[in-house]
């Protein structure tokens, strides 16, 4: 069973950084998509960044490119999203996300090419 653990969410002004860490402990890197995706209530799940850890290949939405960067480490089997210059827009739960499927032709951004998803944690900035 692939788990995906969240952390590093919290309540940051306008202008502020979080770094959020993504576990994936029981999850093999391979050629495959890694992913964050948000989510604010009303709003459908948005693609906000993605990376294939095996390559270094980032991809990022158009409303974060320049303020957010994602990295892993792979010898601690983790994934993390750098977020900066936060605006309240950005106020979401933010969710981890892993595929089994082979990154080729694929955006990392699309949430249908995603298997594995975590709990989320809940960022939330203020003006």
């Known amino acids: 069973q692939v788990q995906l653990v969240e952390s590093g969410g919290g309540s940051v002004q306008a202008g502020g950084s979080l770094r959020l860490s993504c576990a994936t402990s029981t999850y093999t890197f391979g050629n495959y998509c890694m992913g964050w995706f948000r989510q604010a209530p009303g709003k459908e799940r948005e693609g906000v960044a993605g990376?294939?850890?095996?390559?270094?290949?980032?991809v990022y939405g158009d409303s974060v490119k320049g303020r957010f960067f994602t990295s892993q480490d792979n010898a601690k089997k983790m994934v993390y999203l750098e977020m900066n210059s936060l605006k309240p827009e950005d106020t979401a739960m933010y969710y981890c996300?892993?595929?089994?499927?082979?990154?080729?032709?694929?955006?990392?951004?699309?949430?249908?090419?995603?298997?594995?998803w975590g709990q989320g944690t809940q960022v939330t900035v203020s003006s």
């Open positions: 990376i294939v850890p095996t390559v270094g290949r980032t």
């Open positions: 996300a892993a595929s089994r499927r082979l990154w080729y032709g694929r955006s990392c951004l699309d949430s249908a090419d995603f298997d594995y």
